[in-house]
């Protein structure tokens, strides 16, 4: 295997440049790796020649996968990059899709082309994460005052799901073809594109078709999630001819990969809009591949499928206008939060152990409330999700947190056990209109229900997990909530949170994560820390955080978290438990009060933003 011979670097600008280096110019192809991703690439190449020669001594398999999987951890340290941009900006957790979302802002584009362009970037060159295969949510603030706009364009159960179809086995809702909701993805981008989009819809998918038909270096990321599925990778239709050598070893960090069916897929989608993907031969192939996997979906489930618009929800924090998703994303938990913690001094006081404290107690609680969450077309959820963004609900629970002890988990009052998700993007846009988009998108688990459709290249999600089966753990050994059961044509509970800040009627920072219940303890802590503790952009999304989600009953710290604060909230009384660094990731864009911009894609996944 040859590794690729780089025809031009983009090298990060500092933070008080524009980042015009960071554009791309007709010429896709020649997009490299830049900033923490270009170090971490060049970490493995050099761990991969110690692989090769620790053939001499030992197992080649052990000892080279030990050396990059050292070299991908070490990524995680590494500091994000702040884009300064004066028009527009794009915040992906790829690199190569950030340049290419502010390459369409730059020919006239605006937020929602880029979202588009940037999506489907990510789809490609992170696919354990996303993909056309899933789904996911849309936040859309448009210019002008025009009302905010949340597009669900989540996957859906079958007409031929049922309540019980897990009930034998649950890993069947994790991998295989039963695991497989009908995929949202396309469908959503298309209803915005329709009444927003600026740009041709065959441009936004131009970059990508270019990467899956040329090819592209594998990164470290892709590949460290390859490796811990070597073997299925090696026998799965579609990834063991995409991700292997063809001599039945994976592909390294660096190597080229080519994905020419799903090119044709996206040229065919790209060419005839969304009717490409839900009717005719895509469809047609990608429910035979779900069926000859065990699973269930049929072409009228495809035909069947819609996005539906929800009313976004909101409250104000310490004056700013505070907008996020409505069920079945937890906005309404993330605004709860938000309202407990807006009755203490942070500000003041600054970051204190009696202050993380809060915050800490702020996020069991909120746990707690996503407990009453689902999807709104089938469970009424208006009065809790009310409830939840008032402040006078805030008020009470605040009045049940005290600032020198924590509580056993029945103290906040959970009605069922939450759940969890993975494998998911998140990217935030802003133009120079003031038009704001925040998009999440997930495959659930790391490369969905382990099946990638040979014909079209589609690697399909397993989204059936986060729904709730009677009696049954999920993936992550929680229980179920009857408010998530199986229905046809139901939608499950997401953590999601894209959200959008205003200040006096202008957007003042866009913002979501990945990470399952990750995602919202993590947005909640960058906009703690850039509007109560006055951090800037990069610092408030590289400094460590804490999570708690009520249950497993116990306070998850990341190890850079300093640790006198790490002994004082054990002395609250608070379980400590390791965090993962990388275990959730945050993009983000703000504007300044001059009209500067600023973009961050968290290095935990090895994200650079883009800008002009």
Same mark, same amino acid.
């Given at each position: 295997m040859t590794l690729p011979t780089p025809s031009r670097g983009l090298e990060a600008p500092p933070s008080d440049d524009v980042s015009t280096a960071l554009l791309a110019n007709d010429r896709i192809s020649d997009i490299e790796l830049s900033s923490p =991703?270009?170090?971490?690439?060049?970490?493995?190449?050099?761990?991969?020649?110690?692989?090769? *020669?620790?053939?001499?001594?030992?197992?080649?398999?052990?000892?080279?996968?030990?050396?990059?999987?050292?070299?991908?951890?070490?990524?995680?340290?590494?500091?994000?990059?702040?884009?300064?941009?004066?028009?527009?900006?794009?915040?992906?957790?790829?690199?190569?899709?950030?340049?290419?979302?502010?390459?369409?802002?730059?020919? *006239?584009?605006?937020?929602?082309?880029?979202?588009?362009?940037?999506?489907?970037?990510?789809?490609?060159?992170?696919?354990?994460?996303?993909?056309?295969?899933?789904?996911?949510?849309?936040?859309?603030?448009?210019? *002008?005052?025009?009302?905010?706009?949340?597009?669900?364009?989540?996957?859906?159960?079958?007409?031929?799901?049922?309540?019980?179809?897990?009930?034998?086995?649950?890993? =069947?809702? =994790?991998?295989?073809?039963?695991?497989?909701?009908?995929?949202?993805?396309?469908?959503?981008?298309?209803?915005?594109?329709?009444?927003?989009?600026?740009?041709?819809?065959?441009?936004?998918?131009?970059?990508?078709?270019?990467?899956?038909?040329?090819?592209?270096?594998?990164?470290?990321?892709?590949?460290?999630?390859?490796?811990?599925?070597?073997?299925?990778?090696?026998?799965?239709?579609?990834?063991?001819?995409?991700?292997? %050598?063809?001599?039945?070893?994976?592909?390294?960090?660096?190597?080229?990969?080519?994905?020419?069916?799903?090119?044709?897929?996206?040229?065919?989608?790209?060419?005839? *809009?969304? =009717?490409?993907?839900?009717?005719?031969?895509?469809?047609?192939?990608?429910?035979?591949?779900?069926?000859?996997?065990?699973?269930?979906?049929?072409?009228?489930?495809?035909?069947?499928?819609?996005?539906? %618009?929800?009313?976004?929800?909101?409250?104000?924090?310490?004056?700013?206008?505070?907008?996020?998703?409505?069920?079945?994303?937890?906005?309404?938990?993330?605004?709860?939060?938000?309202?407990?913690v807006e009755g203490y001094t942070l500000a003041m006081d600054g970051p204190t152990a009696v202050n993380y404290h809060r915050i800490v107690e702020a996020m069991k609680f909120g746990a707690a409330q996503r407990t009453s969450l689902g999807d709104p077309s089938f469970i009424d959820v208006a009065a809790n999700v009310s409830k939840q963004i008032s402040k006078q609900f805030a008020g009470d629970i605040r009045a049940n947190i005290s600032d020198t002890q924590t509580f056993d988990v029945s103290h906040y009052d959970p009605q069922y056990d939450i759940l969890n998700n993975h494998g998911t993007t998140h990217l935030s846009v802003l133009d120079k209109d003031d038009m704001a988009v925040a998009i999440t998108s997930t495959i659930n688990l790391e490369f969905g229900a382990r099946i990638m459709d040979p014909v079209t290249g589609v690697i399909l999600n397993d989204q059936m997990d986060d729904f709730s089966t009677t009696n049954k753990t999920n993936g992550f050994g929680l229980r179920p909530s009857p408010n998530n059961k199986i229905v046809p044509g139901k939608r499950p509970l997401s953590s999601t949170s894209a959200t959008i800040v205003e200040q006096n009627g202008r957007v003042e920072l866009v913002i979501g994560g990945s990470g399952g219940s990750r995602i919202l303890t993590s947005v909640l802590q960058v906009i703690i820390n850039v509007l109560d503790f006055g951090q800037r952009l990069d610092t408030a999304i590289d400094s460590p955080r804490l999570h708690h989600q009520l249950l497993p009953h116990q306070l998850s710290v990341d190890p850079l978290f300093p640790s006198s604060l790490t002994s004082a909230l054990a002395s609250f009384g608070h379980k400590i438990a390791p965090l993962k660094h990388g275990s959730s990731v945050v993009q983000a864009v703000q504007k300044l009060s001059d009209g500067t911009i600023h973009a961050v894609s968290d290095a935990r996944k090895h994200g650079v933003a883009a800008g002009y």
């Open positions: =991703q270009t170090t971490c690439l060049a970490r493995a190449r050099k761990s991969r020649l110690l692989y090769f *020669g620790a053939v001499l001594l030992v197992s080649v398999t052990f000892i080279g996968g030990l050396l990059i999987a050292a070299s991908a951890r070490k990524c995680t340290e590494d500091t994000s990059t702040l884009i300064s941009a004066k028009h527009g900006a794009v915040a992906t957790d790829e690199p190569r899709c950030s340049v290419i979302g502010v390459d369409v802002l730059r020919e *006239g584009g605006n937020a929602i082309d880029a979202a588009i362009a940037g999506t489907l970037c990510v789809g490609l060159l992170q696919a354990h994460s996303s993909g056309i295969g899933g789904g996911g949510f849309m936040l859309v603030r448009p210019p *002008g005052g025009q009302r905010p706009l949340l597009i669900d364009f989540r996957e859906m159960a079958g007409g031929a799901a049922t309540e019980d179809m897990f009930s034998k086995d649950i890993k =069947q809702a =994790q991998i295989g073809g039963l695991a497989v909701g009908v995929p949202g993805e396309i469908a959503g981008l298309y209803s915005a594109h329709q009444r927003f989009g600026k740009l041709p819809w065959r441009r936004l998918f131009e970059p990508t078709i270019k990467l899956a038909r040329d090819g592209y270096p594998l990164s470290t990321l892709v590949y460290g999630q390859l490796l811990t599925m070597e073997q299925q990778i090696l026998s799965s239709p579609g990834f063991n001819t995409t991700f292997t %050598d063809g001599r039945g070893h994976l592909l390294l960090p660096g190597d080229i990969v080519r994905r020419p069916e799903l090119a044709r897929t996206l040229d065919d989608i790209a060419r005839n *809009g969304a =009717q490409a993907f839900y009717r005719g031969r895509i469809a047609a192939s990608l429910a035979k591949a779900v069926q000859s996997n065990g699973g269930i979906l049929t072409t009228d489930d495809f035909a069947n499928y819609a996005p539906v %618009d929800r009313e976004p929800i909101e409250t104000y924090y310490h004056g700013r206008r505070v907008i996020t998703g409505s069920s079945p994303t937890s906005g309404s938990v993330l605004l709860n939060m938000l309202n407990i």
